[in-house]
């Protein structure tokens, strides 16, 4: 390399390459003929609602039977967002007023939001380096008020299931699994979402696969799905499929209006089929750069519970301190591989949930929110979990796009190669 050349970017020197490398938006990316075929078929049809119209296409009917197919699931709902899917999936389990739900401290806010909406209080755990739900953490956590945990499989990794789901049934709890970021992913062979009560997924425009907004809930159990189908259609069941399953006479519920387009479920269905080849490209990709990054001085690639099951959707390694994470990130950014430390932007961490540091959760164990007579600790503070702030404040993200070549995973070890030389 020449002097140029090794010079960082960032320092005036010549970056590994021209262009940066595609986004972190797989499915969206590859929108083409299949789903525009798909919405000109609704559009067409003029019925454009999963209910009824002139011509109706079933496309939402459609996504959910696919969904549940491919993803292993009895049942499958499709709801307006995967905010939507936990929030019909956690009040699909009965979660409401006063009962505590345990969230990872390292989450999309809308796993805690979700909670949040259904007036219970979300509690906090510390991740381990697996940037998911530390399972040794999670007992402590655990009070008589606590109906749920949820862990949430985070950048593409399925949390350590095994160990989670053996401290749920000790405690009798259920368990919720936010598999938004890793659609299609699979922990010890089976696809993620399939291991608690309820899966829920996103659909939004970042994820795997992508209606632009758009959700799904999975259930193997038929009264849990009924329950969703109620309360994401206004307390109602117009699914065919129930009618044959549920009883005469099952409990009513209030539900609201979470229902998909069948606009966006067309978009849906095309994108379903491009899933796996959508992940087996971000997994060669993730393998490639792993070979090439591996054995680099200073960097410890992201260690996960099952790394079979990763959708390759990003790559993640940690560096031994936070100003030299921070410093890398913007180096790699520079040499035209975008790059992030995501602890220190945008709603992924307790510590930046402003909207919920110290509030007085509602809570059987405390009082409500804005209680006068409150006494106890269940506020939300920042450095409430220095473990967390530690591990994420190390880590450096880089999204795989399915589509990138072989010449462009190269360029991302040529890059990190060349920042961990001049930098750690
Ligand atoms: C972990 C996690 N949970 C939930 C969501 C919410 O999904 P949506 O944006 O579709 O509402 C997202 C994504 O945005 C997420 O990353």
Same mark, same amino acid.
């Given at each position: 390399?020449?002097?140029?050349?090794?010079?960082?970017?960032?320092?005036?020197?010549?970056?590994?390459?021209?262009?940066?490398?595609?986004?972190?938006? $797989?499915?969206?990316?590859?929108?083409?003929? *299949?789903?525009? %075929?798909?919405? !000109?078929? =609704?559009? #067409?049809?003029?019925? +454009?609602?999963?209910?009824?119209?002139?011509?109706?296409?079933?496309?939402?009917?459609?996504?959910?039977?696919?969904?549940?197919?491919?993803?292993?699931?009895?049942?499958?709902?499709?709801?307006?967002?995967?905010?939507?899917?936990?929030?019909?999936?956690?009040?699909?389990?009965?979660?409401?007023?006063?009962?505590?739900?345990?969230?990872?401290?390292?989450?999309?806010?809308?796993?805690?939001?979700?909670?949040?909406?259904?007036?219970?209080?979300?509690?906090?755990?510390?991740?381990?380096?697996?940037?998911?739900?530390?399972?040794?953490?999670?007992?402590?956590?655990?009070?008589?008020?606590?109906?749920?945990?949820? $862990?949430?499989?985070?950048?593409?990794?399925? *949390?350590?299931? %095994?160990?989670? !789901?053996? =401290?749920? #049934?000790?405690?009798? +709890?259920?368990?919720?699994?936010?598999?938004?970021?890793?659609?299609?992913?699979?922990?010890?062979?089976?696809?993620?979402?399939?291991?608690?009560?309820?899966?829920?997924?996103?659909?939004?425009?970042?994820?795997?696969?992508?209606?632009?907004?758009?959700?799904?809930?999975?259930?193997?159990?038929?009264?849990?799905?009924?329950?969703?189908?109620?309360?994401?259609?206004?307390?109602?069941?117009?699914?065919?499929?129930?009618?044959?399953?549920?009883?005469?006479?099952?409990?009513?519920?209030?539900?609201?209006?979470?229902?998909?387009?069948?606009?966006?479920?067309?978009?849906?269905?095309?994108?379903?089929?491009?899933?796996?080849?959508?992940?087996?490209?971000?997994? *060669?990709?993730? %393998?490639?750069?792993?070979?090439?990054?591996?054995?680099?001085?200073?960097?410890?690639?992201?260690?996960?519970?099952?790394?079979?099951?990763?959708?390759?959707?990003?790559?993640?390694?940690?560096?031994?301190?936070?100003?030299?994470?921070?410093?890398?990130?913007?180096?790699?950014?520079?040499?035209?591989?975008?790059?992030?430390?995501?602890?220190?932007?945008?709603?992924?961490?307790?510590?930046?949930?402003?909207?919920?540091?110290?509030?007085?959760?509602?809570?059987?164990?405390?009082?409500?929110?804005?209680?006068?007579?409150?006494?106890?600790?269940?506020?939300?503070?920042?450095?409430?979990?220095?473990?967390?702030?530690?591990?994420?404040?190390?880590?450096?993200?880089?999204?795989?796009?399915?589509?990138?070549?072989?010449?462009?995973?190269?360029?991302?070890?040529?890059?990190?190669?060349?920042?961990?030389?001049?930098?750690?």
């Amino acid at each position: 390399m020449s002097d140029s050349g090794r010079r960082l970017a960032l320092d005036g020197g010549t970056p590994v390459r021209r262009e940066p490398l595609l986004p972190g938006w $797989p499915g969206g990316l590859l929108i083409g003929d *299949a789903e525009k %075929a798909q919405v !000109l078929e =609704v559009l #067409e049809s003029q019925s +454009l609602y999963r209910h009824y119209g002139p011509r109706p296409r079933r496309k939402t009917a459609e996504l959910e039977q696919g969904f549940a197919r491919v993803i292993g699931a009895r049942h499958a709902l499709a709801v307006t967002s995967g905010t939507g899917a936990l929030i019909v999936g956690l009040a699909a389990l009965g979660v409401g007023p006063g009962d505590e739900v345990v969230v990872p401290a390292y989450t999309w806010v809308a796993t805690v939001n979700a909670v949040v909406t259904l007036g219970a209080v979300p509690v906090f755990v510390d991740i381990d380096e697996s940037l998911t739900m530390d399972p040794t953490v999670l007992e402590a956590a655990i009070t008589p008020a606590t109906v749920a945990i949820v $862990p949430v499989h985070m950048r593409g990794a399925g *949390a350590d299931l %095994a160990a989670i !789901l053996a =401290v749920a #049934e000790r405690h009798g +709890l259920a368990v919720l699994e936010d598999a938004a970021q890793a659609v299609g992913g699979h922990y010890r062979g089976r696809r993620l979402g399939t291991f608690g009560k309820i899966g829920c997924f996103s659909l939004q425009y970042h994820k795997t696969i992508t209606t632009g907004e758009g959700g799904m809930v999975v259930s193997d159990d038929t009264a849990l799905y009924e329950r969703a189908v109620r309360y994401h259609d206004q307390g109602s069941v117009r699914v065919e499929e129930l009618d044959e399953l549920i009883p005469e006479g099952s409990p009513l519920l209030i539900g609201v209006n979470y229902r998909m387009s069948e606009l966006t479920a067309a978009v849906g269905v095309a994108q379903l089929g491009k899933m796996d080849w959508i992940i087996g490209q971000m997994r *060669a990709h993730k %393998a490639r750069a792993v070979r090439g990054i591996r054995g680099t001085a200073g960097l410890t690639i992201r260690p996960l519970p099952d790394p079979e099951g990763d959708t390759g959707a990003t790559l993640i390694f940690s560096v031994p301190t936070p100003e030299a994470a921070t410093r890398f990130a913007q180096a790699l950014t520079a040499e035209n591989v975008r790059a992030s430390v995501p602890w220190t932007s945008g709603q992924h961490v307790y510590y930046h949930f402003d909207q919920l540091i110290e509030r007085r959760f509602l809570s059987r164990r405390h009082c409500a929110w804005e209680c006068p007579h409150y006494q106890g600790k269940a506020t939300l503070r920042k450095g409430q979990f220095p473990r967390t702030d530690e591990i994420l404040r190390r880590a450096v993200h880089i999204d795989l796009h399915p589509l990138l070549a072989e010449s462009d995973v190269d360029d991302i070890v040529t890059a990190v190669d060349k920042v961990a030389t001049a930098i750690l």
